[in-house]
């Protein structure tokens, strides 16, 4: 089993759907939860970080976090055909200075004209 | 401020060669980790290097080898490559200072092909 699971996808919405992405994980020791967002031929770039239990908007993305059920997820409110993308979830702890990051396989999101 | 590079953009090898990709991070950033990305397993963690040395190791064979450069400048090689080695090659570069979180900012990626 993998240690962060994700639904590949790929997922399809008609223009100004709200999209709801979501990743479970295993390790316990995960405190800071990240998303990515990676285009076609081009590296992930990060979208929004949470440290903490509970929802962090910014625009049109709220990343929640649950970690009692160990449960993430980003929504994107009024989505557009310009975040079609690959959506990464990924997740990290500190450990004596050095940070590992373990990264969802990601879902690929189709946003309809 | 320019953003993270990668030579080369695309690279075809052949099983048993060897191969040594270049990543140069953002101006400033004193971290670099490395990362493969393929269809099945997804992104993964290779290593991460700070001022030279290595920080952070993920699960991967001693084939995977990398280094730091005194200007961040950092490299990668792959020894006796395989079929499976096929994959998109990722470069991250980050701040370094070990805060509680930091962003990594990802380069375009070198697409390794092994045939």
């Known amino acids: 089993q993998k240690e962060v699971e994700q639904d590949p996808g790929p997922l399809s919405v008609p223009e100004g759907a709200i999209v709801s992405l979501n990743c479970t994980y295993s390790?316990?020791?995960?405190?800071?939860f990240m998303w990515y967002r990676q285009y076609s031929r081009k590296g992930p770039e990060l979208l929004m970080y949470?440290?903490?239990?509970g929802n962090k908007e910014d625009g049109r993305f709220t990343a929640q976090v649950d970690k009692s059920s160990k449960y993430i997820s980003l929504f994107i409110r009024d989505s557009q055909p310009s975040d079609s993308a690959t959506y990464l979830c990924?997740?990290?702890?500190?450990?004596?200075?050095?940070?590992?990051?373990?990264f969802g396989s990601g879902t690929r999101l189709q946003v309809q004209p | 401020k320019a953003g993270v590079t990668q030579t080369p953009r695309y690279l075809i090898k052949t099983r048993g060669q060897q191969v040594t990709l270049s990543c140069s991070p953002i101006?400033?950033?004193?971290?670099v980790s490395w990362y493969q990305q393929t269809p099945g397993q997804g992104l993964q963690f290779l290593f991460e290097?700070?001022?030279?040395?290595?920080?952070n190791k993920g699960n991967f064979p001693g084939r995977f080898s990398g280094r730091q450069f005194s200007n961040s400048r950092s490299e990668m090689n792959v020894s006796t490559l395989e079929l499976g080695d096929s994959a998109l090659y990722l470069c991250?570069?980050?701040?370094?200072?070990?805060?509680?979180?930091?962003?990594?900012?990802f380069g375009p990626g070198t697409r390794l092909l092994v045939l």
């Open positions: 991250a570069s980050s701040l370094g200072s070990g805060g509680a979180i930091e962003t990594q900012y």
């Open positions: 390790n316990s020791a995960f405190q800071y």
């Open positions: 949470t440290y903490s239990s």
């Open positions: 990924a997740m990290s702890w500190m450990d004596t200075g050095r940070r590992a990051l373990t």
């Open positions: 101006s400033g950033h004193r971290s």
């Open positions: 290097y700070f001022s030279e040395t290595q920080r």
